[in-house]
C-alpha cells in the first residue's frame, strides 16, 4: 500500500472521527433542557424578554435539534464554531486568541520533558538497577504519579510564596509593554519585536506552568527510553558495531541511542496530546488565558459552543498529530509496515 | 503443566519480594484497599471523628495530635474526611477496570481470533474511540449526563476500554498462532468456545498485569474529573474535589489542599510501584 | 528503598512547609504611585459594550462613576455612614419634581464635554434613552422592567438614527429638533440643557433618582455611537463598542483595553470638575478629579494571586475573598472596606408553593432552627448584623419601619412547630432540597451549616450543587417561578443579591411580590403585601408608603417565606478590597452596593503623605 492511499485513508477516518465527536458532544451539551439564553442572560432574560427572544431567534435556539446540529455543521464548514456566551465572542476568535497560549505552555513542556526525560533515561540504562536506576524512577514515579493540579499546587506554593522567584499567574506582568501581535504567540512576538522586556516576562509567567506539566509526564519518557536503549544494547547490530572495534561511547551515540529514539519520538507525539488535555487543569491553577482555561469557564456556565468548538478543535489536533506520529515513525523505520 | 506454574510462580514471588520499591509499592496498594474496605464497611464508626460533622475541633486548626490533617472553615476533621473518601476511588477504579478487561478481552480476542473483515471493522471501531479524546469526551459526558458517581463511571468507561481491546488481540493473535489452538479447531469446536476456553484464559495474566498498573492511573484520572466537581457532590467528601474545594485557602491554610492531594499521589505511586515491581520481576525471568 | 526515602521527604518537606509563617509583605516606597494598581476579581462579563446596559451589564462595570458619570449621584457620606440616601447634583445642576410625582425636570451641566471633546447636552441624554427603548425591542418597559412611560406617541428606530446622523448632536438640526423636542413623548428636551421625563405613574424622587444612578443611568456619548454604526440589533449589538469603549465625562478616560485582563485609564483633561474646590469635593466625593495620573484595573481570577500582589507591593488595592481573608485580618498594615450600614441582604428563601415548605409552622421551624450566629461567625468572619427584611439598614427610614425583631434561633420552639405542623421530630417530613451554584464556595458553606442546623430538628437537607447555568434556569418571573417550583426545590440561599439600583422598592418587588421580574424564589404573595407594593406607584408621598410597609412586614413576620440572616459589612460580602494602609489612606465605593460595580472609585483614593480635603 503506497503511502499517499494510507495518508488519504487515515484523514478520511479521521474525518468520520470528528463528525462522530461532533454528534456526540453536540447531542449530549444539548440533552439538558437548560435553555442557553436564559442561563447567560439571567435576570435581564426575564426583565426584558423580548430581548432573549431575540437572542433565541438569532441563534436558532427554537428549533428542533437536528435543524440546529445542520446550522451547526455548516457553520464548522465555513469556519464559524458559533457565539459564545460567556466570553460574547465568537468561539473561533476565542479560540484563535487563547489556543497560541496553550500551545506555548506544551511547547515548553515538551522541551522540559526531552530535557529531563532523555538524559536520565540514558543514565537509568547505564546503571541498570543500580541506585542511580532506582532514585530516578522514584523521581519519575512522583512526578507521573501525581495529579496534575496537586503539582501545580505545590510549584505555585515553593516558587511564588515561599522563595518568590516567579510570578503567580497569568501570561504577562501589567507593567510590561506587549509586544504587537504577529503570530499570536507572546513569547515569539516578543523575541520578534526585540522587546526583551517583555520576552523574558512572559518566559517567566510560562515556567511554571510548563513545569507542572513535565514533571507529569517526563516519567512515561523515561521509562520508554529506558526499555528501549536496553533492547537494543542486545541487539546483534550493536554487537557488530562493538566487534568492529568502535568506541564505546560511538557505539552508544550513533548506533543504539538513534535506533532507541525512535519509539520515542512517536511518544512525544502522542504525549502532545496528553499535554494538552491536562493543560485544563494547570491553566486553572496559574490563569493563563489559555484555551483550558476557557473550557473550565465554558464547563461551568454550559457555553456549548464554546464546549463543542473546543472539543472539535482539540480532536483535529489529536487526529493531526496522530497523522504525523505514525507517518514520521514509518519514515524512520522504514522496516514497519502501513 | 501445573507443577511448571506453581515453580514459575514461586520464582516469581522470590524476585519480586527482593526488590524493596515493588514491596513498598505493594504495601501502600494493600493498604489503601484494605482501608477502603474497611471504611466502606465499618462507616463512620471506625474513624476517629464523624467526617461530617462540624465543629468537632476549631476552625481552621493547623495538623496536630488530635486532628492529624487539622481542621476545616467549619471544624471538620480532614483526616476522617480524607479516610471516608478511599472507598469511592477504590469503587470507581475496580469496576473501571473491571468494564475495560471484560470488553477489551471480549472484544480483542475475538476479533483476532476471527481476522480478516470482522477483524477490520472491530479495529476501526476501537480506533474511533482511541482517537475520542478521552479526558475532554468524559467532561462533556459528565456535564450532560449531571454531576454524580455513577454518571462519571460511564463517562470513564468509554474511553478507557479501547486500550485492553488493542491489546487483547495483539496477545490473542500471537496466541492464535500456537498449536493447542490449530488443535481445537480442527478437533471441530465452534469458534466461540475456543474463544472462551483456550484464548482468552491465556490472555488473562498479560491483561492482569496491564490493569494493575493502569489501576493507579484510573485513580487519578478520576481525581482529576472529581477535581472539576464532576463526582459526588458535597458535603460528601472526595480527594479531588477536596483539593479544589480548598485551593484556594493554599496560603492561608495550606494542609487543606495539600493532604488530599499527597494521598492521591501516594496510592497512585503505590500502584505505579507495584506495577512495575511486577513486570520487572516477568522481565527478569524471561 | 530511595522510594521510601523519597516519600519519606515528601511528608516531611510538607510539614516543614506548614510550619513556615507566611512571609510579611515587602515595606512600599513612601512616595506617592504614578500608576495606580487595583486587582479586581472579575472581567467586566460579556465585554465593556456600554449598550449591554439594558442587560444589566457589563458587571462589574470598571467605568461607573470614575469615567461614566450620571445625572444625579449619591451621597457618599450621608449614605455609607448614616444609612440615609441623599442625592447631589452631578451633570444635573438642579431638578423640579411635580407635586404628583410624574413630571421631573433636570437643569443639565453647561460647559461640559466628553473626553473626546464632543459637548454634553440634554439631546445626548435623549438619544441615550430612547436607545434603550429601541435595545428594548420598543417596550414601554425599558427602564429596569418597569412600565414607567405612556410610549405610544413614540417612534424611534433607523429612520430616526438617520436623521440624527444627518443632523449631528452638538447643534442639531429643526428636523432632528422637531423630534427630540416634541412635548408628546415621555421624555424630552427644552432646549440643550434641559430635560424633562415624564412618568405614566407616580414614582417618587428617592425610587427615581435610585434608578438614575444604576446601569441605565450612566451616560455615555451618544454622538460617538452615531458615529460608528449605531446601535445594531437588540440581539446583535454593534460589537465595535465592545473593546472601544464610549467617551464619558468623568475624572478619568479609558487608554487601553485588554480582554480578559485589564483596563489602563489616565486623568481626562477636559474634565468640567478639574477646577473644583476643595469644599464641593468635600460634599460630593463622588466629583472628585482624581489623585493619581494613571489608573489599571487588573482582572486575576486567583485570591492567591491577587493575595500576592498586594503582599509584594505590586497592586495597591486587591479583592481579597475569604480564602486569605484571615490573612488580611491578622496583618495590621492592610485595611479594608467595611460599612457601618451594611446592605447586602443574605437570607434563606423557602418555596412556599411545594410540598413540605408550604406549611407555614414548617417554614417557622425552619426559621427558627438556624444558627444565625454562627453562619455570621464562619462565614462572614463576624462582619454581619442581623436584620429583618425585604430592605436592608441603609434604606434608613424604609428599613424595617415596625421595628420587628429578627428571627432567632430558638431549637425548643422550632420542634414545637414541627409538632403542631404535625411532623414531630421532623417524622413524615421528606428530604428538603437545598439547590446552590458550583463554585460558590462561601454559598456551600453557608449550606452546610444549614444542613447541619436543620438536620438538629430532624429535618433531612440535601445540597445539590448545580452548574452555575443551571443553578438559575428555572428562575424568573414569578409566574414563571410558580410554572417552575419544583425545579426550583425547597430552600435556596440568597447569598448577596444585588439591587438592580438603589431604591426600597427595588427588594419589596423582587422577593414578595407577585409581580417580580426576578427573584422571588420563595413564590410568595399575600394581599397585605401586594397592597403596599402598589403604593410604591400610587403615590409619592413616601410617609404614606412607609404606614403601608409596616402593615406588609407584619404579615411577613408571620407568614415567615423567608429566613433573613444578616447583612454583611464586608464589600465583597465574604471578602472586601484590601489596601496597604501605608500607601493608600483612604478611598470611596459605588453606592449602588455593587448593583453597578464592586470596584473602588479610584478616583476618591487619597494617599498617605496628601491632604485629605
Avoid at chain 2, 238 to 251: S, T
Avoid at chain 3, 475 to 493: K, P, T
Wanted: glycine share 8%; net charge neutral.
Amino acid at each position: 500500500m503506497s503511502r499517499l492511499s494510507y495518508v488519504v485513508r487515515r484523514m478520511l477516518l479521521a474525518m468520520f472521527v470528528l463528525f462522530g465527536v461532533a454528534l456526540i458532544t453536540f447531542t449530549l451539551t444539548h440533552a439538558i433542557s437548560a435553555n442557553p439564553v436564559v442561563a447567560f442572560l439571567g435576570k435581564a432574560a426575564s426583565i426584558h424578554p423580548e430581548i432573549a427572544q431575540a437572542y433565541i431567534e438569532r441563534f436558532h435556539l427554537n428549533e428542533p435539534l437536528y435543524i440546529q446540529f445542520w446550522y451547526y455543521i455548516v457553520g464548522v464548514l465555513r469556519g464559524d464554531l458559533g457565539y459564545s456566551w460567556t466570553r460574547g465572542a465568537y468561539v473561533s476568535n476565542v479560540i484563535a486568541q487563547t489556543l497560541p497560549n496553550t500551545l506555548q505552555i506544551v511547547f515548553f513542556a515538551l522541551l522540559m520533558t526531552l530535557a529531563l526525560g532523555i538524559p536520565l533515561g540514558i543514565l537509568s540504562c547505564r546503571y541498570y538497577n543500580r541506585s542511580p536506576d532506582h532514585g530516578i524512577r522514584a523521581f519519575y514515579l512522583a512526578g507521573i504519579c501525581s495529579p496534575a493540579f496537586f503539582v501545580a499546587l505545590v510549584l505555585l506554593l515553593l516558587f511564588s510564596y515561599f522563595l518568590r522567584v516567579l510570578p503567580t499567574g497569568g501570561i504577562i506582568s501589567v507593567e510590561v509593554a506587549r509586544p504587537q501581535r504577529v503570530t499570536g504567540f507572546i513569547i515569539l512576538d516578543s523575541l520578534l519585536e526585540g522587546n526583551w522586556a517583555a520576552l523574558v516576562d512572559t518566559v517567566k509567567h510560562v515556567l511554571m506552568p510548563s513545569m507542572a506539566l513535565a514533571l507529569g509526564n517526563f516519567g512515561y519518557l523515561v521509562r520508554l527510553l529506558r526499555s528501549s536503549l536496553l533492547e537494543v544494547m542486545q541487539t546483534n547490530y550493536v554487537r557488530t558495531a562493538r566487534a568492529k572495534g568502535l568506541s564505546e561511547r560511538t557505539v552508544f551515540l550513533k548506533h543504539a541511542l538513534r535506533n532507541a529514539l525512535v519509539p520515542v519520538v512517536t511518544l512525544a507525539a502522542l504525549m502532545t496530546m496528553w499535554l494538552v488535555g491536562s493543560a485544563i487543569f494547570v491553566e486553572n491553577i496559574f490563569a493563563y488565558p489559555g484555551v483550558g482555561h476557557y473550557l473550565a469557564q465554558a464547563l461551568g456556565n454550559l457555553d456549548y459552543a464554546a464546549i463543542l468548538g473546543i472539543t472539535l478543535v482539540f480532536t483535529t489536533m489529536i487526529v493531526l498529530v496522530n497523522l504525523v506520529a505514525d507517518i514520521l515513525y514509518t519514515v524512520l523505520n522504514p522496516a514497519i509496515e502501513l | 503443566m501445573i507443577r511448571m506454574r506453581r515453580t514459575k510462580i514461586s520464582r516469581f514471588l522470590k524476585l519480586y519480594t527482593s526488590n524493596v520499591s515493588a514491596c513498598v509499592g505493594f504495601s501502600i496498594a494493600a493498604g489503601f484497599v484494605i482501608l477502603a474496605l474497611v471504611v466502606a464497611l465499618g462507616g463512620y464508626w471506625v474513624l476517629p471523628y464523624n467526617p461530617l460533622k462540624q465543629n468537632v475541633g476549631p476552625a481552621f486548626s493547623p495538623p496536630s495530635w488530635e486532628h492529624p490533617f487539622g481542621t476545616d472553615q467549619v471544624g471538620r476533621d480532614l483526616f476522617s474526611r480524607v479516610l471516608y473518601a478511599t472507598p469511592n476511588a477504590l469503587f470507581v477504579s475496580a469496576v473501571i477496570i473491571g468494564w475495560a478487561m471484560i470488553i477489551g478481552m471480549l472484544l480483542g480476542s475475538f476479533s483476532a481470533y476471527h481476522g480478516g473483515r470482522v477483524d477490520e471493522i472491530l479495529m476501526r471501531v476501537t480506533d474511533l474511540f482511541l482517537a475520542l479524546p478521552g479526558l475532554i469526551l468524559a467532561i462533556a459526558i459528565s456535564v450532560a449526563l449531571g454531576p454524580g458517581l455513577n454518571n462519571m463511571m460511564y463517562a470513564l468507561m468509554v474511553g478507557w476500554w479501547p486500550a485492553y481491546a488493542r491489546m487483547a488481540r495483539g496477545e490473542a493473535l500471537r496466541i492464535s498462532r500456537y498449536d493447542f489452538i490449530e488443535a481445537a479447531r480442527a478437533a471441530g469446536l465452534g469458534s466461540g468456545k475456543i474463544v472462551l476456553n483456550h484464548v482468552i484464559p491465556n490472555l488473562v495474566t498479560t491483561i492482569m498485569i496491564y490493569a494493575t498498573v493502569d489501576f493507579g492511573q484510573v485513580i487519578m484520572v478520576y481525581a482529576g474529573l472529581s477535581y472539576l466537581g464532576l463526582s459526588v457532590q458535597p458535603p460528601m467528601p472526595d480527594w479531588g474535589a477536596m483539593v479544589n474545594y480548598y485551593q484556594g485557602y493554599v496560603v492561608s491554610a495550606p494542609w487543606l489542599p495539600l493532604f488530599p492531594g499527597l494521598v492521591i499521589a501516594i496510592v497512585v505511586v503505590g500502584f505505579g510501584l507495584l506495577g512495575d515491581g511486577i513486570r520487572d520481576a516477568i522481565e527478569s525471568q524471561t | 528503598m530511595v522510594a521510601v526515602v523519597v516519600i519519606a521527604v515528601i511528608i516531611g518537606g510538607t510539614a516543614y512547609y506548614l510550619s513556615i509563617p507566611p512571609p510579611t509583605p515587602t515595606k512600599p516606597q513612601p512616595t506617592i504611585p504614578k500608576l495606580l494598581v487595583i486587582d479586581h476579581n472579575m472581567y467586566p462579563i460579556t465585554s465593556l459594550n456600554q449598550l449591554l446596559d439594558i442587560q444589566m451589564l457589563p458587571w462589574p462595570n470598571y467605568m461607573a462613576f470614575t469615567h461614566f458619570q450620571t445625572l444625579v449621584s449619591v451621597n457618599l457620606t450621608s449614605y455609607f455612614k448614616e444609612g440615609r440616601i441623599e442625592f447631589l447634583p452631578c451633570l444635573a445642576t438642579s431638578w423640579e419634581i411635580s407635586e404628583d410625582g410624574k413630571t421631573y425636570i433636570f437643569h443639565l451641566r453647561e460647559g461640559v464635554k466628553f473626553d473626546n471633546g464632543d459637548p454634553f447636552n440634554s439631546y445626548n441624554v435623549w438619544v441615550q434613552f430612547y436607545g434603550f427603548y429601541w435595545l428594548a425591542s420598543n417596550g414601554s418597559n425599558f427602564m429596569y422592567g418597569l412600565s414607567l412611560f405612556d410610549v405610544r406617541n413614540v417612534e424611534y428606530g433607523p429612520a430616526t438614527v438617520e436623521i440624527l446622523n444627518r443632523s449631528g448632536l452638538a447643534n442639531p438640526t429643526t428636523e432632528a429638533l422637531a423630534i427630540m423636542e416634541d412635548k408628546s413623548w415621555p421624555i424630552y428636551c427644552e432646549g440643550p440643557y434641559k430635560i424633562v421625563f415624564r412618568l405614566a405613574v407616580p414614582f417618587a424622587k428617592e425610587f427615581f433618582f435610585g434608578m438614575l444612578t444604576g446601569h441605565q443611568g450612566l451616560l455615555y456619548d451618544a454622538q460617538y455611537l452615531l458615529d460608528h454604526g449605531g446601535y445594531g440589533e437588540p440581539a446583535n449589538l454593534n460589537p465595535y463598542f465592545n473593546e472601544h469603549v464610549f467617551p464619558g465625562t468623568g475624572p478619568y478616560k479609558v487608554d487601553e483595553v485588554a480582554v480578559n485582563s485589564y483596563v489602563k485609564f489616565s486623568k481626562n483633561p477636559n474634565y468640567w470638575g478639574n477646577q473644583l474646590s476643595k469644599a464641593e469635593i468635600k460634599a460630593n466625593a463622588m466629583l472628585d478629579p482624581g489623585h493619581v495620573d494613571q489608573v489599571v484595573v487588573n482582572t486575576k481570577l486567583d485570591d492567591f494571586t491577587r493575595y500576592t500582589d498586594l503582599a509584594t507591593g505590586q497592586a495597591h488595592m486587591a479583592a481579597i475573598l475569604s480564602e486569605n481573608w484571615r490573612l488580611v485580618k491578622a496583618n495590621l498594615n492592610f485595611s479594608y472596606a467595611a460599612f457601618e450600614t451594611p446592605a447586602r441582604n443574605i437570607a434563606v428563601v423557602m418555596n412556599t408553593v411545594i410540598f413540605p415548605t408550604n406549611i407555614t409552622k414548617v417554614r417557622l421551624a425552619i426559621a427558627h432552627a438556624i444558627d444565625y450566629d454562627r453562619i455570621i461567625e464562619q462565614v462572614y468572619f463576624g462582619q454581619a448584623v442581623r436584620y429583618f427584611g425585604p430592605n436592608t439598614p441603609n434604606y434608613g427610614t424604609f428599613y424595617n419601619p415596625g421595628k420587628l425583631p429578627p428571627y432567632q434561633r430558638d431549637l425548643d420552639k422550632a420542634r414545637r412547630y414541627l409538632e403542631e405542623a404535625g411532623f414531630p421530630n421532623g417524622k413524615g417530613l421528606p428530604s428538603l432540597e437545598l439547590k446552590i451554584g458550583s463554585g460558590d464556595t462561601i454559598g456551600m458553606l453557608f449550606a452546610t451549616i444549614v444542613q447541619e442546623n436543620l438536620g438538629e430538628i430532624g429535618i433531612d437537607v440535601k445540597i445539590l450543587s448545580l452548574l452555575p447555568a443551571l443553578i438559575n434556569a428555572p428562575v424568573g418571573s414569578y409566574q414563571f417561578n410558580l410554572e417552575h417550583a419544583e425545579e426550583i426545590g425547597h430552600l435556596r440561599l440568597n447569598g448577596g443579591y444585588a439591587p438592580d439600583f438603589l431604591s426600597p422598592s427595588n427588594f419589596w418587588l423582587a422577593f414578595v411580590s407577585n409581580r417580580s421580574l426576578w427573584g422571588n424564589t420563595g413564590i410568595y404573595s399575600s394581599p397585605k403585601v401586594e397592597w403596599a407594593v402598589d403604593k410604591f406607584s400610587q403615590t409619592a408621598n413616601t410617609a404614606e408608603i412607609i404606614e403601608a410597609l409596616k402593615i406588609a412586614e407584619e404579615q411577613i413576620w408571620n407568614d415567615a417565606p423567608i429566613a433573613w440572616v444578616c447583612t454583611t459589612k464586608l464589600w465583597m460580602t465574604a471578602g472586601s478590597y484590601v489596601w496597604d494602609n501605608r500607601i493608600v489612606k483612604s478611598v470611596e465605593f459605588d453606592p449602588n452596593w455593587t448593583g453597578v460595580t464592586d470596584s473602588p472609585l479610584f478616583n476618591t483614593v487619597i494617599f498617605v503623605g496628601e491632604e485629605s480635603p
